[in-house]
């Protein structure tokens, strides 16, 4: 039962992941619409504004930052692999546990932790942008450390109980 629970656990994350990877997928195509209209404008038109910038950086942030954990499920993420390819699945199984234990859960804690009160207080003063001209509810893109982090920290779980799973030679 506590097995069939840890499964389901996993492969809930596994699917979430999944579908906000996908999803956020599109924002890339948008980044570079939006990048060629912000360039047409500048260089063509000669008129930009601070609000088409600020747009870039957070499409690309929530791409970043939310995508992070469909790139871990997917093992596309940035990792040393020079020994890593040579090792057998129980020895990359083994790695992956300790790497996530050691290096992403601390990580991701400390942003998490961190990030709490600095979105708080961009709620508390309708943060918006500096500029003028620039994006209102700056909180919203704040927002997504959050979102990103928690989705990795899970995708964590995740990948140390499938990695379990390869250990004992009961993948599924």
């Given at each position: 039962m506590l097995k069939k629970?840890?499964?389901?656990?996993?492969h809930t994350i596994q699917k979430l992941n999944e579908h906000i990877g996908k999803a956020i997928s599109?924002?890339?195509l948008l980044l570079v619409l939006l990048i060629c209209l912000d360039v047409f404008q500048r260089y063509v038109l000669s008129y930009s504004t601070p609000a088409i910038a600020e747009l870039e950086w957070h499409l690309f942030a929530i791409l970043f930052l939310i995508g992070a954990a469909y790139t871990l499920k997917h093992d596309k993420h940035v990792r040393v692999d020079v020994f890593y390819n040579r090792f057998s699945p129980k020895n990359k199984a083994l790695v992956n546990i300790f790497g996530t234990i050691l290096f992403l859960f601390p990580f991701?804690?400390?942003i998490l932790k961190a990030s709490i009160p600095y979105i708080e207080a961009s709620y508390?003063?309708?943060e918006s942008s500096t500029d003028p001209?620039?994006?209102p509810a700056r909180y919203l893109i704040k927002s997504s450390i959050f979102i990103g982090f928690t989705l990795l920290l899970l995708q964590g779980f995740?990948?140390?109980i499938n990695s379990?799973?390869?250990i004992?030679?009961?993948e599924d």
């Open positions: 629970s840890i499964l389901y656990f996993s599109w924002l890339a991701a804690w400390i508390a003063i309708n001209g620039g994006l995740s990948l140390i379990m799973l390869v004992w030679n009961q």
